[in-house]
């Protein structure tokens, strides 16, 4: 697949105007260009992993970079090297890259040591997003999205994500690198411990 990111990335440049300020039109087209850019630098991404390499030759995936996974007797916790997107942003190639990213992190829990599976589980999504300009008014909780999360950890770490078997919290805050963290323990056993305290 052809993907010609310097077309995206042109139309991204034709938005802003040869002087002054862009106009809240202009600022809207970029937006949409660049969720656009974003998509097609993913799939730019996966495709070179899967038909890019000579055969034989072992190399991280994108996927697997981005990601980690510890499990410390309490809890699983994996670790997102970006912030979790806001729904609006979710294109069908950042959904398959969180899903990669997921799976990549819960393969390194399986390396370490067995699964744990949770009666009823405890999921804490702790979501560190760099401070931009104005991107305060941006950041809303109910808005990211986590179902990219539940939908990947269930049947996994826990059977389903109904009120019977998890609950979760999202929390967020601002730092220098973007980073999602979640981790996953029994949820009385987080009550107990003072696991769910960020």
């Not at 202009?26 to 998509?39: A, H």
């Not at 499990?71 to 890259?97: C, D, Q, R, S, Y």
């Not at 599976?117 to 808005?143: H, Q």
Request: glycine share 8%; proline share 4%.
């Amino acid at each position: 697949m052809h993907t010609d990111l310097k077309k995206t990335l042109t139309a991204v440049g034709r938005c802003l105007p040869a002087e002054g300020e862009p106009i809240w039109e202009q600022l809207r087209q970029m937006y949409d260009l660049t969720l656009r850019l974003m998509s097609q630098e993913l799939s730019v991404i996966y495709d070179r992993e899967a038909f890019g390499h000579p055969v034989g030759q072992e190399q991280q995936t994108f996927a697997r970079r981005q990601s980690a996974g510890v499990n410390n007797g309490v809890a699983v916790i994996l670790t997102i090297a970006e912030p979790l997107p806001a729904m609006k942003k979710l294109t069908e190639a950042v959904e398959e890259h969180w899903k990669a990213m997921l799976l990549a992190a819960i393969g390194e829990v399986a390396r370490q040591s067995r699964l744990p599976y949770f009666e009823k589980a405890f999921v804490e999504m702790e979501i560190i997003t760099p401070r931009g300009s104005g991107n305060a008014r941006l950041w809303d909780t109910s808005n990211r999205a986590i179902q990219v999360i539940l939908n990947n950890l269930k049947g996994v770490f826990f059977e389903d994500d109904s009120m019977e078997h998890m609950a979760f919290s999202v929390v967020g805050r601002w730092g220098e690198k973007g980073v999602t963290i979640i981790r996953v323990s029994e949820l009385n056993q987080s009550r107990q411990t003072g696991v769910g305290c960020f």
